[in-house]
């Protein structure tokens, strides 16, 4: 018998995972998740952190200031 759970992050289901041998397989079903498709997770708690972590803003890397060439 398979155990599947829907999951959530808010308003957005990210998809469902699915019991087998060796942890929970994720199936998405919205775009944003589409990277954690066919994903094996330890525990359903696991995919949900995984889910929330795709819609976490991204920080922009920090840039070294530009500096103004100097005449010689």
Known sequence: MASAHV???????AGIVVLEHGGFRFFASERAFHPLEGA???TADHAVRAARERLRPRKMPSRAPLTRLEAV
């Open 7 to 13: 999951i959530e992050v808010g308003e957005i289901t």
């Open 40 to 42: 094996l997770f330890r």
